[in-house]
């Protein structure tokens, strides 16, 4: 998991908080070592077939959006946060194949 530049965005996309607009987003994927699929993080507790919980992420209840899922250049990247525990890393990638 990783702090990642997101970005201001349009429309129903997330933007990211502060200055940077970061976000925390799980890597599902790298493609190399300039771009990776990442899925961002949110600590909404609503109830969403796209919102998969992860379990606590810096103290907070956190889900995959997977609404918002995107590739992104690695310069993006800014901190590392963690690692998903291996059984809630296995649940999302195996929620985002039920999309592909």
Same mark, same amino acid.
């Given at each position: 998991?990783?702090?990642? /530049?997101? @970005?201001?965005?349009?429309?129903?996309?997330?933007?990211?908080?502060?200055?940077?607009?970061?976000?925390?987003?799980?890597?599902?994927? @790298?493609?190399?070592?300039?771009?990776?699929?990442?899925?961002?993080?949110?600590?909404?507790?609503?109830?969403?077939?796209? /919102?998969?919980?992860?379990?606590?992420?810096? @103290?907070?209840?956190?889900?995959?959006?997977?609404?918002?899922?995107?590739?992104?250049?690695?310069?993006?990247?800014?901190?590392?946060?963690?690692?998903?525990?291996?059984?809630?890393?296995?649940?999302?990638?195996?929620?985002?194949?039920?999309?592909?």
């Amino acid at each position: 998991m990783w702090w990642c /530049r997101l @970005g201001v965005n349009v429309g129903t996309e997330q933007d990211g908080k502060g200055e940077w607009y970061v976000r925390p987003c799980v890597i599902l994927r @790298g493609f190399g070592p300039d771009a990776c699929l990442v899925v961002p993080l949110t600590t909404s507790s609503r109830e969403h077939a796209l /919102r998969v919980p992860i379990g606590l992420v810096e @103290g907070y209840e956190a889900r995959a959006n997977l609404s918002q899922i995107r590739v992104v250049d690695t310069r993006r990247l800014v901190e590392k946060i963690g690692f998903l525990e291996k059984d809630a890393f296995a649940k999302l990638r195996k929620a985002t194949h039920t999309l592909l």
